[in-house]
């Protein structure tokens, strides 16, 4: 089954907050296929959702503290919002990503 990757374009908006909040322009993704949704300040939108389980230690560290500066959240809220077992992803505008579709055996 293959895994995807999403990386950001660099004519998006969002593009050095992403690289600086994960240390890459690659996002790992749950899908290929972005999802009709609303976010913090995008109602009605394509989303794709970023895979919270292949994120590094490191990386989820670093987009909660991401996400805890951009929309005023606590750490704590993040965090337990983050857990929850029904949590889909974080959203990411799927005008902004180009889908990768990565082999399972090529990821380290």
């Not at 009709?36 to 394509?46: C, E, K, Q, R, S």
């Not at 606590?74 to 082999?103: H, N, T």
Request: hydrophobic fraction near 45%; include cysteine.
């Amino acid at each position: 089954m293959p895994i995807y990757v999403g990386q950001i374009l660099p004519t998006s908006a969002r593009y050095e907050a992403w690289k600086r909040a994960l240390g890459t322009d690659e996002l790992p993704l749950v899908s290929r296929d972005p999802h009709f949704g609303n976010a913090p300040g995008v109602d009605g939108g394509l989303f794709y959702l970023v895979d919270m389980a292949r994120l590094t230690p490191q990386q989820l560290d670093d987009c909660v503290a991401h996400i805890v500066s951009m929309f005023g959240a606590s750490e704590s809220e993040v965090r337990a919002e983050i857990a929850q077992s029904d949590f889909p992803g974080i959203p990411v505008l799927a005008d902004s990503v180009v889908v990768i579709p990565v082999c399972a055996k090529e990821k380290k």
